[in-house]
């Protein structure tokens, strides 16, 4: 294939995914029906997608009590612990908050380049092959001998030539049904060290012939999080400011395993040369550089040749008699051999430990001090000169990443480095983008350690506020359950919470009209109504607001319960309110009096 067409390739991919984040954008296909229906059913993950509603149920703008949370927002400070209602358990937990990467500059710039060039129409989700998304399959790792082991993957999106999966860190030696009912890892495994990683591309046609399909789990919103990392990099690389070599990079990193490729933009991610400063980007291309190395080298093997040196390998050299340095591989690339030192020296050499704990065993604490890793940056004769020997492999972790990063600009030297990911979208939230402004508010509300964002409760109600004030429906629910739950030293609000509840289902949001008929079925910021309730669970039910098919039904039984209870009064009153969510035109909020006046009558 040729750089022109995987050009086009990736690009089209970014622009699909681009598309499938954004909330305005129809269903166009089964992928992005699953995808936001498992994102409607989902707590709050800050690390998802927006999935905001398409149109409202009524023209009339809808109201939102900004004065009484202005008040709130200046007497609730510091950080602070989501305490759920159990009443409204059903439908979500904490807070809820996916996001989408909406860089409007790019938008803008890619929406130029598709004019000018011709994009390739992107697969729908492909089933004939007998590939399912969800599906989760079993793969042979090991292909002779009597110890046949097994991975286990599961399938996310599948398109034309590959398949793209989660790759979990078990293992199995046979195949059975109950190996559906465990838990299954993404990261290390520390029972045995394996390495599972949160997003893997494999050529479709290899997959399906090896893979067997052990049976099916609904797709998570966090399941494509590594996905999106990835198809974000790759775009970023293609942004037509971009350098022609990274251009060129990003292609063979993303269809390749071109180690050189990946280990650059893991670089140039690391600091923020030609690229936004992004540690997740670079996390995940690094760990993508360690899943490759999987298998290549044995364990307790004295390595003489440069291919056996491994980004995410543990490696020990002798010092003197009986005494051995043990050091971990950053990152490999095609100049030198970026290494953290361990503070602690080995005896002698453990055969047949696992990494896991001879990491743990030369990372001892002394004397009360946690340990000090310490960056060296060898060439690759250097480093071999030392006579090697290769315990194990392990993916890099977030602190030796940036433990490395403190070391990587004097590489650099005079280059011109780039703003973090985290200013950028700071910049973006101060300059009114309301969705850049809901992201910011979910660093803030969890903390992000990755882009070094410290958690801060009432900057998140700050931003939050900003987003809902634009008509973001999305931060309008955000803020309402923050205030319906409370938190540590924010104390509950029902009433204002149920307020900001109304304004979000005034936007069609459907977890938020939900939750409003949970809020008046048990009577939570607000006096206890059949009536209104039947008629906000009508509403979820029939709107089109992406619902997924659980949080329906769920619904559904709510409300055949209260069909079962009220009286013909209330049901009537139902009706009448139900038609005045759903009539153009009609103010919800003024009516909810009447309502009030004609039930209590």
């Given at each position: 294939?040729?750089?022109?067409?995987?050009?086009?390739?990736?690009?089209?991919?970014?622009?699909?995914?681009?598309?499938?984040?954004?909330?305005?954008?129809?269903?166009?296909?089964?992928?992005?029906?699953?995808?936001?229906?498992?994102?409607?059913?989902?707590?709050?993950?800050?690390?998802?997608?927006?999935?905001?509603?398409?149109?409202?149920?009524?023209?009339?703008?809808?109201?939102?009590?900004?004065?009484?949370?202005?008040?709130?927002?200046?007497?609730?400070?510091?950080?602070?612990?989501?305490?759920?209602?159990?009443?409204?358990?059903?439908?979500?937990?904490?807070?809820?908050?996916?996001?989408?990467?909406?860089?409007?500059?790019?938008?803008?710039?890619?929406?130029?380049?598709?004019?000018?060039?011709?994009?390739?129409?992107?697969?729908?989700?492909?089933?004939?092959?007998?590939?399912?998304?969800?599906?989760?399959?079993?793969?042979?790792?090991?292909?002779?001998?009597?110890?046949?082991?097994?991975?286990?993957?599961?399938?996310?999106?599948?398109?034309?030539?590959?398949?793209?999966?989660?790759?979990?860190?078990?293992?199995?030696?046979?195949?059975?049904?109950?190996?559906?009912?465990?838990?299954?890892t993404i990261g290390l495994n520390s029972e045995d060290s394996?390495?599972?990683?949160?997003?893997?591309?494999?050529?479709?046609?290899?997959?399906?012939?090896?893979?067997?399909?052990?049976?099916?789990?609904?797709?998570?919103?966090?399941?494509?999080?590594?996905?999106?990392?990835?198809?974000?990099?790759?775009?970023?690389?293609?942004?037509?400011?971009?350098?022609?070599?990274?251009?060129?990079?990003?292609?063979?990193?993303?269809?390749?395993?071109?180690?050189?490729?990946?280990?650059?933009?893991?670089?140039?991610?690391?600091?923020?040369?030609?690229?936004?400063?992004?540690?997740?980007?670079?996390?995940?291309?690094?760990?993508?550089?360690?899943?490759?190395?999987?298998?290549?080298?044995?364990?307790?093997?004295?390595?003489?040749?440069?291919?056996?040196?491994?980004?995410?390998?543990?490696?020990?050299?002798?010092?003197?008699?009986?005494?051995?340095?043990?050091?971990?591989?950053?990152?490999?690339?095609?100049?030198?051999?970026?290494?953290?030192?361990?503070?602690?020296?080995?005896?002698?050499?453990?055969?047949?430990?696992?990494?896991?704990?001879?990491?743990?065993?030369?990372?001892?604490?002394?004397?009360?001090?946690?340990?000090?890793?310490?960056?060296?940056?060898?060439?690759?004769?250097?480093?071999?000169?030392?006579?090697?020997?290769?315990?194990?492999?392990?993916?890099?972790?977030?602190?030796?990443?940036?433990?490395?990063?403190?070391?990587?600009?004097h590489m650099f030297d005079g280059a011109v480095f780039r703003?973090?990911?985290?200013?950028?979208?700071?910049?973006?939230?101060?300059?009114?983008?309301?969705?850049?402004?809901?992201?910011?508010?979910?660093?803030?509300?969890?903390?992000?350690?990755?882009?070094?964002?410290?958690?801060?409760?009432?900057?998140?109600?700050?931003?939050?506020?900003?987003?809902?004030?634009?008509?973001?429906?999305?931060?309008?629910?955000?803020?309402?359950?923050?205030?319906?739950?409370?938190?540590?030293?924010?104390?509950?609000?029902?009433?204002?919470?149920?307020?900001?509840?109304?304004?979000?289902?005034?936007?069609?949001?459907?977890?938020?009209?939900?939750?409003?008929?949970?809020?008046?079925?048990?009577?939570?910021?607000?006096?206890?109504?059949?009536?209104?309730?039947?008629?906000?669970?009508?509403?979820?039910?029939?709107?089109?607001?992406?619902?997924?098919?659980?949080?329906?039904?769920?619904?559904?039984?709510?409300?055949?319960?209260?069909?079962?209870?009220?009286?013909?009064?209330?049901?009537?009153?139902?009706?009448?309110y139900f038609l005045q969510l759903q009539g153009a035109g009609?103010?919800?909020?003024?009516?909810?009096?009447?309502?009030?006046?004609?039930?209590?009558?």
């Amino acid at each position: 294939m040729s750089f022109q067409k995987e050009y086009r390739m990736v690009y089209t991919i970014k622009k699909y995914f681009s598309e499938l984040f954004r909330p305005s954008q129809n269903t166009a296909s089964s992928a992005r029906k699953n995808t936001k229906q498992s994102r409607n059913n989902q707590s709050i993950s800050c690390k998802g997608q927006d999935t905001s509603p398409k149109k409202a149920p009524a023209e009339a703008p809808a109201q939102h009590p900004t004065q009484h949370l202005n008040q709130h927002s200046n007497q609730h400070r510091a950080s602070a612990k989501k305490t759920p209602q159990e009443d409204i358990a059903d439908y979500h937990h904490t807070v809820p908050a996916h996001q989408e990467k909406n860089n409007q500059n790019h938008d803008q710039q890619k929406q130029k380049q598709s004019e000018s060039k011709p994009q390739p129409e992107i697969d729908e989700i492909d089933t004939n092959d007998g590939l399912i998304t969800g599906g989760i399959y079993a793969l042979q790792e090991q292909e002779d001998g009597p110890d046949t082991v097994y991975w286990l993957a599961k399938v996310i999106y599948v398109e034309k030539q590959v398949v793209h999966v989660l790759c979990y860190a078990e293992r199995a030696d046979h195949l059975a049904p109950d190996l559906l009912k465990q838990e299954l890892t993404i990261g290390l495994n520390s029972e045995d060290s394996s390495f599972g990683l949160a997003h893997l591309p494999l050529a479709k046609d290899d997959f399906a012939a090896n893979a067997v399909l052990l049976g099916q789990r609904s797709l998570k919103d966090n399941d494509l999080a590594g996905y999106q990392i990835y198809v974000d990099s790759v775009f970023d690389c293609l942004d037509e400011q971009a350098p022609d070599w990274l251009k060129k990079a990003a292609s063979f990193a993303a269809w390749r395993y071109d180690r050189n490729a990946m280990a650059a933009l893991a670089d140039r991610y690391l600091i923020g040369v030609d690229l936004l400063r992004d540690s997740k980007k670079a996390l995940y291309w690094i760990n993508r550089l360690v899943h490759a190395g999987k298998g290549q080298v044995q364990p307790f093997k004295t390595i003489r040749k440069e291919q056996d040196i491994l980004t995410g390998g543990i490696y020990a050299f002798q010092l003197e008699e009986a005494m051995y340095q043990t050091c971990k591989i950053v990152l490999k690339d095609k100049h030198s051999v970026q290494c953290l030192n361990f503070p602690s020296l080995l005896g002698q050499l453990p055969e047949g430990t696992h990494p896991v704990q001879i990491v743990e065993q030369v990372a001892t604490r002394r004397a009360g001090t946690p340990p000090m890793l310490s960056h060296v940056s060898r060439g690759v004769a250097e480093f071999l000169a030392q006579a090697p020997v290769f315990l194990g492999l392990l993916p890099v972790t977030l602190n030796e990443l940036h433990c490395y990063r403190a070391h990587l600009p004097h590489m650099f030297d005079g280059a011109v480095f780039r703003e973090s990911a985290w200013n950028s979208l700071l910049r973006r939230a101060q300059q009114g983008e309301a969705q850049a402004q809901l992201e910011t508010a979910c660093h803030y509300l969890d903390g992000d350690p990755a882009w070094e964002v410290q958690r801060n409760i009432s900057e998140a109600i700050r931003w939050f506020t900003e987003a809902a004030n634009q008509g973001h429906s999305l931060a309008a629910y955000n803020l309402a359950l923050l205030f319906l739950q409370g938190a540590e030293e924010i104390q509950p609000d029902p009433q204002l919470g149920l307020e900001w509840m109304t304004y979000s289902a005034q936007l069609n949001y459907g977890l938020a009209q939900l939750c409003i008929a949970d809020c008046y079925q048990h009577g939570k910021g607000c006096p206890a109504s059949p009536a209104l309730a039947h008629a906000w669970y009508s509403l979820a039910i029939t709107a089109d607001n992406n619902l997924s098919e659980e949080a329906r039904k769920k619904a559904r039984q709510r409300k055949y319960y209260i069909e079962g209870t009220c009286s013909d009064k209330q049901l009537a009153a139902a009706k009448q309110y139900f038609l005045q969510l759903q009539g153009a035109g009609s103010d919800v909020m003024s009516s909810q009096g009447n309502m009030y006046g004609d039930m209590y009558a």
